[in-house]
């Protein structure tokens, strides 16, 4: 099984803030990487999927970059709605695997 | 619109069942593959199974394993989960998800991801 680990586990940020979230994985999943956004009471939203290709929908403040076995999430100044728990997960092999999540909040 | 609407959740005792249902609409459903992801209370997501686009291959986590089943039914255009041997430790709000093919493979392996999620249904194992 292939561990995925966020980091950090939470930040703090100001809106206008950028912001970066790093996931690295126990082995080498190629470009197979997803990005999730969830709010509090609410179901995961995809953001990014091929490690760097946006969901049709999503705004280009969120980006996505990385291959093999670190990748990273930026979210570029930050809104009151960009506040919430960023998932990121491996499709690269079954069991698909989750990070543990990062919590943004607010400073 | 594209929609995932999840039902089935309840409370129930360790060692009993519970089916869960995906019901699909919006899109083509014979066309995709789909999953089920849970989260514990305050826990982060765990993906639990998932069928292929055929519905011949499916896939578990081990902790599920053996005691999950997934399945489906394309002329409902439905997806379900049946939960056996429950434990506390199943305890969750249960997402279904469909699945968007974004390359094939070698071996005609198919990469893909979750891009459209249920609202969730929960589950509470507990005496």
């Known amino acids: 099984e292939i561990q995925m680990t966020q980091s950090p586990s939470s930040v703090s940020a100001s809106v206008g803030d950028t912001v970066t979230i790093t996931c690295r994985a126990s082995?080498?999943?190629?470009?197979?990487l997803a990005w999730f956004q969830q709010k509090p009471g609410k179901a995961p939203k995809s953001l990014i999927y091929?490690?760097?290709n946006l969901q049709s929908g999503v705004p280009s403040k969120f980006s996505g970059s990385g291959s093999g076995t670190e990748f990273t999430l930026t979210i570029s100044s930050l809104q009151p709605e960009d506040f919430a728990t960023y998932h990121c997960?491996?499709?690269?092999?079954?069991?698909?695997?989750f990070g543990q999540g990062t919590r943004v909040e607010v400073k | 619109d594209v929609q995932l609407v999840e039902s089935g959740g309840a409370l129930v005792q360790p060692g009993g069942s519970v089916r869960l249902s995906c019901a699909a609409s919006?899109?083509?459903?014979?066309?995709?593959?789909y999953s089920w992801v849970r989260q514990a209370p305050g826990k982060g997501l765990e993906w639990v199974s998932g069928?292929?686009?055929?519905?011949?291959?499916?896939f578990y986590a081990d902790s599920v394993k053996g005691r999950f089943t997934i399945s489906r039914d394309i002329s409902k255009n439905m997806v379900f989960l049946q939960m056996d041997s429950l434990r506390a430790g199943d305890t969750a709000i249960y997402y279904c998800?469909?699945?968007?093919?974004?390359?094939?493979?070698?071996?005609?392996?198919?990469?893909?991801?979750?891009?459209?999620w249920g609202i969730g249904t929960t589950v509470t194992v507990s005496s």
């Open positions: 919006g899109f083509t459903f014979t066309s995709y593959g």
């Open positions: 069928i292929s686009v055929s519905g011949g291959n499916k």
């Open positions: 997960q491996q499709y690269y092999s079954y069991p698909w695997t």
């Open positions: 091929g490690g760097s």
């Open positions: 998800a469909k699945e968007e093919v974004t390359e094939v493979g070698a071996f005609n392996y198919y990469y893909k991801y979750m891009d459209v």
């Open positions: 082995q080498d999943i190629n470009k197979y």
